[in-house]
């Protein structure tokens, strides 16, 4: 991880779950289940990344330079686009507004569950078990809802001629 800060959040996270889950347990047992936690905590970290960034450079790319403002939520700045001082051609303006019309109308299309865990994990930036918890599911089930949200919502867009 080139990032400190998100390396020193993973490192908090995996100490917080090995206390919360292996705190009874003798010390010598500790050194291997936090490797074997941090192992998992980086690995879900890049995964994360992955499809993240695939979402916000799917978004992103459909809103103009926005400067200082590129740690917005892309779809906020989609929509404040045509508030923006950029002088977009009428064209341009109909297009954006007709994609980000396809897009919301393709998440709203997605299963409940695949919605939920789609909204939750990439908008709201819950972690897998954050996530679980507030679905009332496993990891895995968020994990595999959110698979399937990404591939339904790239397959659809790519179906309505959205090209990025």
């Known amino acids: 991880m080139r990032e400190t800060e998100a390396a020193l959040d993973v490192v908090q996270d995996s100490m917080m779950r090995l206390s919360e889950r292996y705190g009874d347990r003798a ?3 500790l050194p291997p289940l936090f490797q074997r936690i941090l192992q998992n905590a980086i690995r879900d ?10 979402w916000v450079t ?5 809103a103009p330079g926005r400067g200082a403002e590129d740690d917005q939520d892309p779809l906020e700045n989609l929509q404040a686009a045509g508030d923006s001082n950029r002088e977009d ?4 303006r109909l ?16 299963p409940v569950r695949q919605r939920e865990a789609f909204i939750m994990r990439y908008w709201e930036e819950l972690d897998v078990s954050e996530t ?3 679905m009332g599911c496993s990891e895995g089930s968020v ?20 090209t990025l």
Do not use: N, Y
């Not at 799917?58 to 459909?62: D, H, P, Q, Y």
């Open 95 to 110: 297009e954006r507004s007709q994609v980000i019309e396809i897009i919301e109308k393709e998440i709203s299309e997605l």
């Open 132 to 134: 679980a918890k507030a």
């Open 27 to 29: 010390a010598e047992e």
């Open 58 to 62: 799917l978004f992103s790319s459909l």
């Open 89 to 92: 051609t009428p064209p341009e």
């Open 143 to 162: 994990k595999t809802h959110c698979s399937r949200a990404t591939r339904a919502l790239a397959a659809a867009l790519r179906a309505k001629g959205v």
């Open 45 to 54: 970290w890049f995964r994360r990344q992955k499809v993240r960034s695939l």
